[in-house]
């Protein structure tokens, strides 16, 4: 049953166990806020819109929302929040907030919804509560249930900064990724990235110890090639390595990539369906695949409502785990990550 308010969007959190609101709130890159509303439309939910600004949508029902409404797999919220309210002032805001575990901060500021800056990583089941600042006088707080494969910061930004010496943003897209999703690996880990020129998310890999086969004709950066290596035949055992493969995706061979491919990754400018395509081939061709990490790159967001074509057929190749995500980074792109 729903609580008495005391304002816009407030619930007493002491009053009622489990925590329910009348009201919930996704936060989203701005611009993503038409293409979030269809994809809440196409799931057929039955949330309707109740307030927008940029990056912050609410959403209201006919049934209170709770912790389980949070697990709903938005590609384009990177925060859903059951909604506690609107404040004119921070201390209204944090009060609001008594039974979170750590509390969140996010604005909305140069024309970006950025988290601040915040310790630790919350443990699965942790109460977060996140405070949203969207002018001087007008602060919303929200609450859900720190889970896997949620990303641990303020507003699902990581506020990881690309290095100078990164050759592209590629390295950003999956540093952000790698952190959202929880992402391991080991040294024994070889990847295979399609699209890899000129090297950002090889550089990335290698730092932390990835072997990568990169698949592109173009020409690779200076501080990838030092880790290169000229076949796939004996390749060293003390440090990671790069192989470049130069040639087109579809051109690529079993040869080329050898034994041991772990990860595929793509960075491609095509459609969702050719790098599909090529995602399956690969996996053919390489057996040992558990794991895949693809950005999505989209003409139009409201290509969103594919997402269930993209599942499919990933779940074609034996793709359990599935996971669709707009990361903070992005523009017109997608995470799409899946593990066996």
Not at 150 to 176: C, F, H, N, T, V
Request: proline share 7%.
């Amino acid at each position: 049953m729903p609580l008495a308010g005391r304002g816009p969007h407030f619930q007493s959190l002491h009053a009622v166990n489990p925590i329910e609101s009348e009201y919930l709130f996704a936060l989203c890159n701005p611009g993503s806020e038409k293409a979030l509303k269809q994809e809440a439309e196409s799931m057929s939910l039955g949330w309707r819109l109740s307030y927008q600004r940029r990056g912050f949508v609410s959403f209201k029902s006919d049934t209170p929302f709770s912790f389980d409404a949070l697990t709903t797999d938005l590609a384009l919220a990177r925060r859903l929040c059951l909604s506690l309210g609107k404040s004119t002032t921070l201390e209204q805001a944090t009060h609001r907030l008594s039974a979170a575990s750590r509390i969140h901060h996010a604005r909305f500021f140069d024309r970006k919804l950025q988290g601040l800056p915040s310790v630790g990583r919350p443990k699965p089941g942790d109460l977060i509560g996140t405070i949203v600042e969207l002018a001087p006088d007008e602060f919303w707080s929200g609450i859900h249930r720190h889970t896997p494969l949620l990303s641990p910061d303020p507003a699902g930004d990581s506020g990881i900064e690309m290095p100078a010496e990164s050759p592209s943003r590629a390295w950003l897209k999956l540093e952000e990724a790698i952190r959202f999703f929880d992402l391991e690996f080991t040294s024994k880990d070889i990847a295979v990235e399609v699209g890899c020129a000129p090297g950002g998310v090889v550089l990335a890999l290698l730092n932390r110890g990835v072997s990568v086969v990169g698949v592109d004709p173009a020409k690779m950066a200076e501080i990838v090639l030092a880790s290169a290596i000229p076949n796939r035949q004996h390749p060293p055992t003390d440090r990671p390595w790069f192989f470049h493969s130069r040639k087109p995706a579809a051109l690529a061979s079993k040869r080329d990539l050898g034994h041991g491919i772990t990860w595929f990754m793509s960075d491609m400018n095509q459609s969702p369906e050719v790098v599909l395509t090529e995602c399956a081939r690969f996996c053919r061709m390489c057996p040992d695949i558990r794991g895949i990490l693809i950005t999505l790159k989209l003409t139009d967001l409201l290509q969103i409502t594919d997402k269930n074509h993209w599942f499919a057929a990933l779940s074609n190749i034996g793709f359990k785990s599935i996971r669709l995500q707009q990361l903070a980074v992005h523009h017109k792109e997608l995470a799409l990550y899946a593990h066996r």
